[in-house]
């Protein structure tokens, strides 16, 4: 099974700042990566789709990279409604595995 | 739009099996696998397996193999996921989603997902 690590496992950002948020494979799964974005309470939501296609509908400050083993969310400027738990999740082979999340907080 | 709409919460016993149900509608049924994702209480997403409506292959995770069927009525549009032989540790929330599968290639995946399905499993 390709395992997916992500990192941090959760951080604390001010409104504006930039934030990363690394994915890692175990195995190369050329672009097959996707994020979701899960708020508190809601199920998840698809962001991007196939490591860096921002899916219609999201806002443009989310955006994603990479390919092979090493995978990249990047939030360009944190809003309050973007507090949630990110997911990646390889798409390349069953079983399709997700990353053990990140969670975003405001400080 | 499309619509996943999911049957409702279920409390069974250690032991018991449950079913849970995925209404599809407002797209073409067969053109895309359904999957299913459970999460535990406080813990992160586990995809459990999936299906193509189209000819009925299903695919499962290493875990739940011999513990878990799934089904799909393109009559009605809906999937269906049983689970045999629950234990307290499949107290979860269980989704389904729409998707890639056996054979089955899409262009955006999991874009849209049922509201969720509680399972408890308590005596």
Redesign the interface.
């Known amino acids: 099974?390709i395992q997916m690590t992500q990192s941090p496992s959760s951080l604390s950002a001010s409104v504006g700042d930039r934030v990363t948020i690394a994915c890692r494979a175990s195995q190369s799964i050329s672009t097959s990566l996707?994020w979701?974005q899960?708020k508190p309470g809601k199920?998840?939501?698809?962001l991007i789709?196939n490591a860096s296609i921002l899916?219609s509908g999201v806002p443009s400050r989310f955006s994603g990279t990479g390919s092979g083993t090493d995978f990249t969310l990047i939030i360009s400027t944190l809003d309050p409604e973007d507090v949630a738990t990110y997911?990646c999740?390889q798409?390349d082979r069953?079983?399709?595995?997700?990353?053990?999340?990140t969670k975003v907080e405001i400080k | 739009q499309v619509h996943l709409a999911q049957s409702g919460a279920e409390v069974k016993e250690p032991g018991a099996s449950v079913n849970v149900s995925c209404k599809a509608s407002n797209y073409n049924f067969i053109t895309f696998a359904i999957?299913w994702?459970r999460q535990a209480p406080g813990q992160?997403?586990?995809?459990m397996?999936?299906i193509s409506p189209y000819n009925g292959k299903a695919?499962y995770?290493?875990k739940f193999q011999g513990r878990v069927t799934m089904t799909t009525d393109s009559s009605t549009t809906t999937a269906y996921m049983e689970l045999k032989s629950l234990t307290s540790d499949d107290t979860a929330?269980y989704?389904c989603t729409r998707?890639?599968g056996p054979n089955v290639k899409v262009v955006?995946?999991?874009?849209d997902?049922?509201?969720?399905t509680l399972v408890t499993v308590s005596s």
Do not use: C, H, K, M
């Not at chain 1, 199920?43 to 698809?46: A, D, E, I, V, Y």
């Open positions: 099974d996707n979701f899960q199920g998840p939501t698809l789709y899916r997911y999740q798409s069953p079983p399709l595995t997700f990353g053990g999340g | 999957n994702v992160g997403l586990e995809w397996g999936w695919e995770a290493q929330v989704y998707g890639p955006i995946p999991f874009d997902w049922g509201q969720g």
